[in-house]
């Protein structure tokens, strides 16, 4: 098991490693192998990518991300130039149905609205978080069905069966309703999130608990 010393340096490392990230102005410190991240990144796509380079590492049980977004001057957009962008770009994607509002203020994007799917509320978020002059996201977009939940804990335990990643066996499902929460413990974050992503792609799930611990 590695010290916090070394899933420190592991982390500055990974971070340092990644294109899309600056790592200059982020500060990492751990304790007992829960990471905390620091400074100030010039986009809220530079925070997703920090906070996503740090959760694939071996060894990171809990990430607490409290860097902040200090755009460049010449990275500034008008909170009504950054709705219109926003609009622009979820009306250009196929994944995104109609509906969707957005409301940006301070440079803080929030989405509303209703899908039939989990990965059509991640690809609204896509599309704005990547933005210029974006600071935030905050999907308030619900998940509705337009199926009736039927044998969900059977399709999910068999998605786990077929998936390369998982060992579906110390993931435990229960199921209420349109609800799935997951149980249990894995060795990665990346596993737990593929798990996620298992239960979410069941017809009629509307929310998804995800409780898995990660041990190593």
Known sequence: MKTDR???QDVIDELSWAPDVDATEIGVTVKDGVVTLAG???????????????KRLSGVKGLADELQVKLPGDSKRSDADIARAAENALEWDAS????????????????QGQVD??????????????LTGVTGVDNEITVKPSVPPANIKAQIQAAFDR????CGDDIDVQVDGGTVTLTGQVVSWAE????ENDAWAAPGVCNVKNLISVAY
């Open 6 to 8: 070394e899933l420190q």
């Open 40 to 54: 100030t990144v010039d986009s809220y796509a530079e925070k997703w990518a920090a906070e996503a380079a740090a």
């Open 96 to 111: 995104v149905p109609e509906g969707i509002k957005v409301t940006v203020e301070n440079g803080y994007v929030t989405l």
């Open 117 to 130: 799917w989990q990965y059509q509320k991640e690809a609204a978020e896509d599309e704005v978080e990547c």
């Open 163 to 166: 998936d390369a990643i998982l």
């Open 192 to 195: 737990s999130d593929e798990a």
